[in-house]
Nanobody
Framework: QVQLVESGGGLVQTGGSLKLSCAAS????????MGWFRQAPGKEREFVAN????????HYADSTKGRFTISRDNAKDTVYLQMNSLKPEDTAVYYC????????????????????????WGQGTQVTVSS
C-alpha cells in the first residue's frame, strides 16, 4: 500500500501561482507513476499531469500544458505541481494519485490519463482561483 498526502492548496487571484506537494509513504518502491487530477463541483475527475517515477518523463492535459509543471523528488518520495497563470476554471479539488500495478505491455505515460489508471489516492486539496 502507498499512502499519499497533498498540501499547498489555497485561494489565489487570477494570474497567480500555487505549488502543490504530494508526499508518498509506505511501499513507495512499488510506484511506477504519479499523477495529478482535479475535480470541480458537478464535474468528473479530470487528468492534469503525470510523471514516470523512474525516468521523470511527463505528460500534461491540453488545458494545463505550458502553465503547470509536474516534478518529483525521489529522495523525498514527493511529487509537486507548480501551477502558474492560474484561471478561475482551474478551481477544483486537486488529487494526487499513484500507479502501483505494472504498466502493462505498450503502456506509456501518455496512456495513463484516466482515474482508473491509478491505484492509490490522496484526500485532495482545494484550489480556488478568484476572478
Amino acid at each position: 500500500q502507498v499512502q499519499l498526502v497533498e498540501s499547498g492548496g489555497g485561494l489565489v487571484q487570477t494570474g497567480g501561482s500555487l505549488k502543490l506537494s504530494c508526499a508518498a509513504s509506505g511501499r513507495t518502491f512499488s510506484v511506477y507513476a504519479m499523477g495529478w487530477f482535479r475535480q470541480a463541483p458537478g464535474k468528473e475527475r479530470e487528468f492534469v499531469a503525470n510523471i514516470w517515477w523512474s525516468s521523470g518523463s511527463t505528460h500534461y492535459a491540453d488545458s494545463t500544458k505550458g502553465r503547470f509543471t509536474i516534478s518529483r523528488d525521489n529522495a523525498k518520495d514527493t511529487v509537486y505541481l507548480q501551477m502558474n497563470s492560474l484561471k478561475p476554471e482551474d478551481t477544483a479539488v486537486y488529487y494526487c494519485a499513484a500507479r502501483i500495478r505494472g504498466p502493462g505491455l505498450g503502456a506509456t505515460i501518455a496512456t495513463m490519463t484516466t482515474p482508473l489508471s491509478f491505484d492509490s489516492w490522496g484526500q485532495g486539496t482545494q484550489v480556488t482561483v478568484s476572478s
